[in-house]
């Protein structure tokens, strides 16, 4: 189950965690664009977190990174050296591993379509939750 926080006084997502137990500080109300979101993008739209603001604290380096994340589109995969590129910080795809694991917006900043250069990578919630996601957005040859 994906359970999200946000800040309604700005809207702002704040939060995401794939948890097996229900988490009731996670909860969304099922009127929440939020939740519909959720919905869509279960249904097959995959662009339906797009339209979110996301608020994380992090260091500037941190900050291009889940920047650079969030274009990612759904259906490709970049390598963490390709992201650190984009995030305008080359040979530092270690650092943008580690800034993936620290993502505390999963799914809408999409670190699970940041993969290794040898195969796919870690995975917060695990590479079965990863490789999951990822052919859901189409990607079948992982």
């Known amino acids: 189950m ?20 229900i988490d009731k500080s996670f909860v969304l109300r099922k009127t929440s664009d ?3 979101a959720c919905v869509r993008y ?15 604290n992090g260091t500037k380096f941190t900050c291009a990174v889940y920047a650079q994340m969030r274009k990612i589109r759904p259906g490709t995969v970049v390598s963490y050296g390709e992201l650190a590129r984009m995030a305008g910080f080359s040979g530092a795809a ?3 591993g580690s ?38 957005e189409g990607l079948d040859n992982l």
Do not use: W
């Open 99 to 136: 800034a993936c694991a620290r993502n505390q917006i999963a799914l809408i900043v999409p670190c699970h379509r940041v993969v290794s250069a040898q195969g796919i990578g870690g995975y917060e919630y695990g590479t079965a939750m990863k490789e999951k996601l990822l052919r859901h």
């Open 34 to 36: 939020l939740h519909t």
């Open 94 to 96: 270690r650092a943008v």
């Open 42 to 56: 279960s249904d097959g739209d995959l662009s339906s977190f797009d339209k979110f603001v996301v608020e994380q």
């Open 2 to 21: 994906l359970y999200f926080a946000v800040d309604d006084s700005t809207d702002t997502v704040t939060h995401a965690t794939f948890r097996d137990e």
